[in-house]
């Protein structure tokens, strides 16, 4: 500090530094009285960190917002093992307006595509014949076949609410709802989040820890198996009649990334 800025200082605060410099250079004289006062700590403005909430508490959140919400994006795996069919499905909540695609080992890719009462199929030779189409599955493949409702049932149609009542019903789910465990917090593809359940209790939940309840994965072994990851709650893409040219273009869905915990 220079003297002028103390100069510019000195009629507001005298620190401590200021009154040791003053006193060594004999300004004080015989004030042999003078008593140094520590500054007194200002008190913390840091909020104290809110207790982590229970499982139980965690799930009934996830329960409300996920049966609540109109639409989502689930992509994973049906089941257990190898065989077990990976599914990209995204749509309203009830399935009304939604893409369901489906690949399976030995069945083949395929996908149901529901607008309003509408239905249509479409998938490669495997897919086809694994609906019975045998002759004519060539020349179905590479484009959209409008079906019925029967039609699309028996392709194996999903639906959002459909799959997240499946995955709560699950017995390992159902019993974190009376866990009094504290949730894990987490990062998840760079979102804050918390884990409930272990490896060990046959399930785990990924849950965004901004109090939404948005589930964001869950990992059920057991009865109920899945592997299944969310997003886009209340925000899934809208889908559109397809054109009578359009050749359909199907992601190829794919397992989510391993999480350890």
């Known amino acids: 500090m220079t003297t002028g800025e103390t100069a510019g200082r000195g009629a507001r605060v005298v620190g401590r530094r200021s009154v040791l410099a003053l006193a060594g250079a004999g300004v004080l004289g015989g004030c042999s009285g003078l008593r140094l006062v520590e500054p007194t700590p200002s008190p913390s403005t840091t909020a104290p960190a809110e207790p982590l909430p229970t499982a139980a508490q965690v799930l009934a959140d996830v329960r409300t917002s996920a049966l609540s919400a109109d639409s989502a994006r689930v992509v994973g795996s049906l089941g257990a093992g190898a ?17 369901f695609v489906r690949v399976a080992r030995g069945r083949g890719l395929g996908a149901v595509l529901t607008v309003d009462a509408e239905h249509w199929l479409a998938g490669d030779v495997e ?5 019975g189409v045998r002759t004519t599955a060539a020349s179905r493949v ?7 409702a029967d039609g699309a049932e028996r392709a194996g149609r999903e639906t959002v609410r459909g799959l997240v009542t499946d995955l709560l019903d699950a017995p390992a789910v159902a019993r974190l709802g009376s866990s009094a465990d ?11 989040a918390w884990r409930l359940g272990r490896s060990r209790t046959g399930a785990r939940l990924w849950v965004a820890a901004d109090g939404s309840g948005d589930l964001l994965r869950a990992v059920v072994t057991g009865t109920g198996a899945v592997d299944l990851s969310f ?7 809208t ?13 190829v869905p794919t397992p989510p990334p391993v999480l350890e915990g």
């Not at 897919?127 to 609906?131: A, E, I, K, P, S």
């Not at 997003?231 to 893409?237: E, V």
């Open 83 to 99: 065989d077990a069919p990976r599914i990209e499905l995204e749509g309203t909540a009830d399935g009304s307006n939604q893409r």
């Open 127 to 131: 897919w086809w014949r694994g609906l």
């Open 142 to 148: 590479g484009r959209w076949v409008r079906v019925d």
């Open 182 to 192: 504290l949730v894990v917090p987490l990062e998840l593809d760079g979102r804050a």
């Open 231 to 237: 997003d886009a709650w209340g925000r899934a893409t």
């Open 239 to 251: 889908w559109a009649a397809p054109g009578a040219d359009e050749r359909p273009d199907l992601p």
